[in-house]
């Protein structure tokens, strides 16, 4: 079984500020794949990022980077110097390799005041 | 670069009747996902097809029926529709070239009066 943990159910900053997104995963895979969707007030759910679990390599990319640990099970997601197009809900997933669902965690509001 | 498209985007139905959502993969995608999301919850898998077989089931009611066809679209056929089905429904793709990441479609909001 897979279970995610999204347990900042809302986050509010005012622009530009940093905004660290947490999520605890659990499986029993010893190889899987963890993503960050975001979900605007439009409904659209759009990817962001993938890491699969042997590479602990953390990375940036432009205002977004992610902090991967295996061994705390945790993969945060960091958006910089947020911006008012920044608010939407931010979900964390799971999978295992070969096509299988995506297990959500529960999301994350984002809300950025001007 | 192309998208998953669903149609349509907005559906109003009444009480038991049927409902059919398309969902066309981006292009050589081979497997389709369809999800289900009820407000302010996270998306819940319904059913999932690989070269146009069944691959993967979830929490999917008997009174849904789903296929994906040839053309590697796919259709979600919802009969004798209940209030507590309104929700938004996803599509998602996801090709073998792409790391297990499914790309989602912008969903078909659902309301059952």
Redesign the interface.
């Known amino acids: 079984a897979q279970k995610v943990t999204q347990a900042q159910t809302e986050i509010s900053v005012v622009e530009k500020e940093d905004v660290t997104l947490d999520c605890v995963y659990e499986t029993r895979d010893t190889t899987y794949?963890l993503?960050w969707?975001k979900q605007p007030p439009s409904?659209?759910?759009?990817?962001l990022i993938?890491r699969?679990s042997f590479d602990e390599q953390n990375e940036i990319s432009g205002r977004y980077s992610w902090n991967f640990q295996k061994s705390t099970s945790s993969f945060n997601f960091t958006i910089t110097a947020s911006q008012v197009v920044d608010s939407a809900v931010y979900?964390c997933a799971l999978?295992p390799?070969s096509?299988?669902?995506?297990?959500?965690?529960?999301?994350t509001t984002v809300t950025v005041r001007a | 670069a192309a998208g998953v498209i669903q149609s349509p985007r907005h559906l109003i139905k009444e009480k038991r009747e049927t409902a059919t959502l398309k969902c066309y993969p981006i292009p050589r995608h081979d497997?389709v996902?369809w999800?289900q999301q009820g407000p302010g919850?996270?998306?819940q898998?319904l059913i999932?097809f690989?070269e146009k077989m069944q691959?993967?089931k979830?929490s999917i009611p008997d009174r849904f029926s789903a296929q994906q066809f040839s053309d590697y679209h796919s259709e979600l056929n919802m009969s004798s529709l209940e209030l507590g089905d309104s929700a938004?429904y996803?599509c998602?793709s996801?090709g073998l070239a792409e790391?297990?990441?499914?790309?989602?479609?912008?969903?078909t909001?659902l309301l059952v009066l």
């Open positions: 794949y993503f969707y409904g659209e759910l759009v990817f993938r699969n979900f999978t390799p096509g299988y669902k995506l297990s959500f965690g529960a999301g | 497997t996902y999800y919850q996270d998306p898998f999932s690989y691959s993967d979830g938004l996803f998602a996801r790391q297990e990441t499914q790309y989602f479609g912008p969903g909001r």
